[in-house]
């Protein structure tokens, strides 16, 4: 973290060298003075190449893409594995679901930044849809939080995504570290309210009504299974999953 509460590292390194040469166990952070790096770098690379403005902004695509390709086939997944075996069930999740909901928590980082409509209004009001088959209402919440991080990057208090003193201090070692992999996907979505909790806003009582109406939906169709199924993928496309690996390397110091 650095002057202001500017954070370059998640995680605690595992030692430092001491006084004497020795490896130490490291007790903070690692701490940065300089600003956070995206409007620098967008500045540097529009003057070195100004036509890279042309690949940006909306892509008309992306919407049929993710409910055609994903939400779906997730919710038609949903139904069809209720009654299976547990082993064929478990691979199915982790293969296909996992995948599928991994993919949906990034069209909801892209509905975050506008990048389906023009308009930003249905950027949200489509991320609810997005939303249908991860089974808990937070494209909302994720964009206040998410578009933080962008703007005050490692900034202590406001960006979440900078795990807390608390994990830093208790995570450590392999064991602890491979359990808290396996789970992060939690943490990721709990240490917001600890850190700085949002105000509620009239789309954030939208997203809940709307996911409330759809579970409810599928509860009342299908039963309790598709549900269960829907939470299942969160959990393993957050966990130790191969797609996974993007949230330790794109936050993380090693």
């Known amino acids: 973290m650095g002057k202001g509460g500017s954070s370059t590292a998640a995680v605690e390194a595992p030692a430092v060298r001491g ?13 940065d003075d300089n600003d956070e790096p995206h409007a620098a770098r967008r500045k540097a690379i529009m003057k070195a190449h100004p036509e ?18 994903l939400v779906l086939p997730q919710i038609w997944l949903s139904v069809v594995t209720a009654d299976l075996p547990w082993l064929p069930y478990l691979a199915i999740a982790y293969v296909f679901g996992a ?5 949906l928590f ?17 950027n949200r009001l489509f991320s609810m849809v997005a939303n249908w088959p991860i089974g808990i209402p937070y494209t909302i919440p994720f964009r206040g ?3 933080e991080h962008h703007k005050f990057q490692g900034v202590d208090g406001v960006d979440t995504d900078v795990p807390s003193y608390f994990e830093a201090q208790h995570i450590r070692g392999p064991l602890s570290k491979t359990a808290w992999a396996c789970c992060q996907i939690l943490t990721y979505a709990l240490r917001p309210m600890f850190i700085k909790a949002q105000d509620i806003t009239a789309m954030h009582v939208t997203n809940w009504a709307v996911q409330i109406a759809f579970d409810a939906a599928m509860l009342y169709a299908f039963g309790w299974r598709p549900l269960a199924y829907m939470v ?22 090693f």
């Not at 020795?22 to 701490?31: H, I, N, S, Y």
């Not at 403005?53 to 909306?58: K, M």
């Not at 299942?232 to 110091?253: M, N, Q, R, T």
């Open 19 to 31: 006084a004497k040469g020795k490896l130490v166990a490291r007790t903070d952070f690692f701490w």
């Open 52 to 69: 890279v403005s042309r690949l940006t902004g909306p892509e008309w695509r992306s919407k049929y893409i993710c409910l055609f390709a």
């Open 99 to 103: 995948t599928i909901t991994q993919a």
């Open 106 to 122: 990034l069209a909801i980082h892209e509905l975050a930044h506008n990048l389906f409509f023009k308009s930003p209004l249905h």
């Open 145 to 147: 939080y998410h578009l």
């Open 232 to 253: 299942l993928c969160i959990l393993l496309a957050g966990g130790l999953h191969p797609c996974a690996g993007h949230f330790i390397s794109e936050h993380y110091v």
